[in-house]
């Protein structure tokens, strides 16, 4: 499969135009252009033969093999920066809290097993105007009966979800133990599960295949979902850099991920099962379950092709999406971004994948900046940083799609509160308290 890199045709010749000052460096190869140390320079797609000036397209992704770096290249291992400081002038809006009382529908609170535990964490959510999170680290067992033990005193704050556990699912009784502690938990008040996205790309099953969401011993967990109408809050797949060949021009890569040599730590390109499998076998799942509510985490992963993900909500009712670290993602194109939020109002929650460490500044108020107003060229917020202070999910900064109010409001609680209606006079009473 490894081969010295070769650029896809598709991405060819335009670039000889464009940069006419490397024609020198171009004419030693057809279809490649490499910087002085031999590093290729990403060639700009070109649109099919015979196509009108001006017509719209959308260029496919490149062929995995389009980032094999060249054979022998090694990470350098340094340290990726941290972003640049942004040396432009452009106006802030001044904003530190949500709007509204948002809803967080994805939040990782798994400490959440005491009352000290939950008293730390709703000051938080006062302090950033978060009116009701998710916590999809319930667990199971014991677990998850401290975790909803300790949050009885505040469940018009904090919904806690049954986390699926995938362990002992090749021994016979799995199924019916995973439902069981899904019922248990639902009638001691859990308000959904969760499904992390080792299902699909992290266990296996004995004859080392990867176990998909469409597999039949999940047949009963969700339909124990459906049987109290419970929602799944479900990541399946992961940021399609990961699924690219690991090398300079993956923008994984740039971000900061793979920075160390031998470093392939959630690099799905060598070892994982390719993407296709992946979103196939969620869109069996859809279909083969009709009446189970899913709510895909991370807008799907399908961040990187809207397209698809539109005709994903076309096709299953049932689906809703989750805008959790994704962020930075769609605020690279804000106006198209915006264009989905208007026309899919009604299916995007808003989610966060935040925890009681992430900071105000860095993480929560760069979510509002977002969707609340048209600011430019901002940091995003930043999941998880490298040692060197680049943000982990990308190094780009963002622009806001300034959402209407009443389109806000479906994003920030509405559309959440369909999944959990317990908590309207929760955020009602929170609306009423923040005058409307
Ligand atoms: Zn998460």
Not at 177 to 199: N, Q
Not at 405 to 412: E, F, G, H, M, T
Request: glycine content about 10%; proline content about 9%; cysteine-free.
């Amino acid at each position: 499969m490894r081969r010295s890199f070769s650029t896809p045709a598709l991405f060819a010749a335009v670039m000889l135009m464009l940069l006419p000052g490397r024609a020198a460096e171009a004419q030693q190869s057809s279809d490649t252009i490499r910087a002085r140390d031999g590093t290729p320079i990403p060639l700009i797609p070109k649109a099919p033969e015979g196509m009108a000036e001006g017509a719209v397209w959308i260029p496919p992704m490149p062929p995995l093999e389009a980032t094999l770096p060249a054979e022998g290249w090694e990470p350098p291992g340094y340290e990726q920066p941290p972003m640049p400081y942004i040396l432009l002038r452009l106006p802030r809006t001044n904003i530190t809290r949500a709007g509204y009382p948002a809803i967080d529908f994805h939040v990782h609170a798994g400490e959440l097993t005491t009352p000290e535990a939950y008293e730390s964490m709703i000051a938080l959510m006062d302090s950033i105007g978060m009116g009701a999170i998710i916590n999809l680290n319930g667990g199971t067992g014991a677990h998850l009966d401290s975790t909803l033990a300790a949050g009885e005193p505040h469940r018009d704050r904090v919904v806690n979800f049954v986390t699926l556990n995938l362990d002992g699912i090749n021994e016979p009784g799995w199924s019916e133990w995973m439902a069981g502690e899904m019922e248990r938990g639902f009638l001691a008040g859990a308000g959904g599960l969760k499904v992390a996205k080792s299902l699909g790309q992290g266990a296996r099953n004995p004859d080392g295949s990867f176990i998909q969401a469409d597999d039949p011993r999940l047949d009963a967990v969700w339909a124990m979902a459906a049987k109290y109408d419970m929602p799944v809050m479900i990541h399946t797949s992961d940021s399609v850099g990961r699924f690219y060949p690991i090398g300079p021009l993956n923008e994984r890569y740039e971000a900061g991920l793979w920075r160390h040599p031998g470093d392939t730590s959630g690099n799905l390109y060598a070892s994982g099962p390719p993407r296709e499998v992946i979103e196939v076998a969620r869109e069996r799942m859809l279909a083969k379950h009709p009446t189970t509510r899913f709510v895909l985490g991370h807008m799907a992963m399908l961040y990187y092709d809207p397209g698809r993900l539109g005709t994903l909500l076309d096709t299953y009712p049932n689906a809703d999406l989750e805008t959790s670290a994704a962020i930075q993602d769609l605020g690279r194109a804000p106006r198209l971004w915006r264009e989905f939020f208007l026309k899919y109002q009604d299916r995007i929650l808003f989610g966060t994948d935040g925890n009681r460490r992430r900071t105000i500044d860095d993480f929560w108020t760069p979510h509002w900046r977002f969707l609340e107003t048209f600011d430019e060229h901002f940091y995003h917020p930043a999941q998880v940083r490298t040692l060197g202070g680049s943000p982990g999910h990308g190094r780009y900064n963002i622009y806001g799609i300034g959402l209407p109010d009443d389109v806000l409001r479906k994003i920030y609680f509405e559309n959440a509160l369909r999944h959990l209606p317990h908590m309207r006079d929760s955020i009602e009473r929170q609306l009423a308290e923040r005058g409307g």
